[in-house]
């Protein structure tokens, strides 16, 4: 009932697509640039709701008594509704990565993964079937380069996607999947469907693009 007032869609238009238990803090796991939030474990869940042709993300206390929209994960069209990622295809990260993208998953079996360290330096590796390149630098960036990106994600509320996947079933099988990492956060999505994923979603893979191929 909340959802329907809030996006004005009619309760019959809507369904709950998954649900899953979640610990969050005081602001309920929704990140705001510059809002503290109290470090509590506040046992709750995360709720993908879709109608509409759209679809949104909420988090809710235990009992339901505070529901919130995670306005950054909300907003996917066309029949492209997220679904979570399973805690063993979230895997670590280096200290000292600040961003990475990983393209895996086509018929080949090929990985590209392209790194941005704290460095500066951004890098590529390409591994497949018996086979691991050692990565190459393909461009370097100052330490403002570095910090503007570093802001963009927190301005973008990137943490806000953490654990969330934008696939749609068709083209699982067949089409190279890319995970973004970075800013403790982790999702993936295909191009396919890039200009039907959340704004901010949309925001930063233009810009981690323009960053890792500009040639200035």
């Known amino acids: 009932r909340q959802v329907a007032r809030e996006v004005r869609v009619p309760v019959i238009r809507l369904r709950i697509s998954e649900v899953k238990s979640a610990v969050w803090d005081g602001c309920l796991g929704i990140f705001t640039p510059g809002r503290g939030c109290t470090k509590i474990a506040l046992q709750g869940w995360q709720v993908i709701v879709a ?16 529901i919130a929209q995670n306005p950054t994960a909300s907003g996917s069209r066309d029949g492209l509704v997220p679904s979570f990622i399973s805690e063993e295809d979230r ?9 990475r993208s990983t393209v895996s998953g086509d018929f080949t079996g090929r990985v590209s ?41 927190e301005a ?44 901010a979603f949309q925001q930063v893979i233009q810009a981690w693009t323009k960053l890792h191929t500009s040639k200035n």
């Not at 895997?91 to 961003?99: G, K, L």
């Not at 079937?129 to 802001?151: A, D, G, H, K, M």
């Open 91 to 99: 895997p670590q990260i280096e200290s000292n990565v600040i961003f």
């Open 113 to 153: 993964q392209t790194t941005l360290t704290a460095d500066g330096a951004i890098t590529q590796l390409i591994m497949a079937p018996n086979i691991r390149s050692r990565p190459v630098v393909i461009r370097r960036l100052s330490r403002q380069q570095v910090e503007q990106f570093q802001q963009m994600l």
């Open 156 to 199: 973008q509320r990137f943490l806000n996607l953490n654990g969330l996947k934008y696939l749609t079933k068709p083209v699982i099988a067949d089409y190279p999947t890319i995970a973004l990492q970075g800013a403790g956060s982790m999702t993936q999505y295909v191009d396919l469907e890039t200009t039907h994923l959340p704004r």
């Open 51 to 66: 109608g509409n042709n759209r679809s949104w993300v909420y988090h809710l206390d235990q009992d339901g008594n505070r």
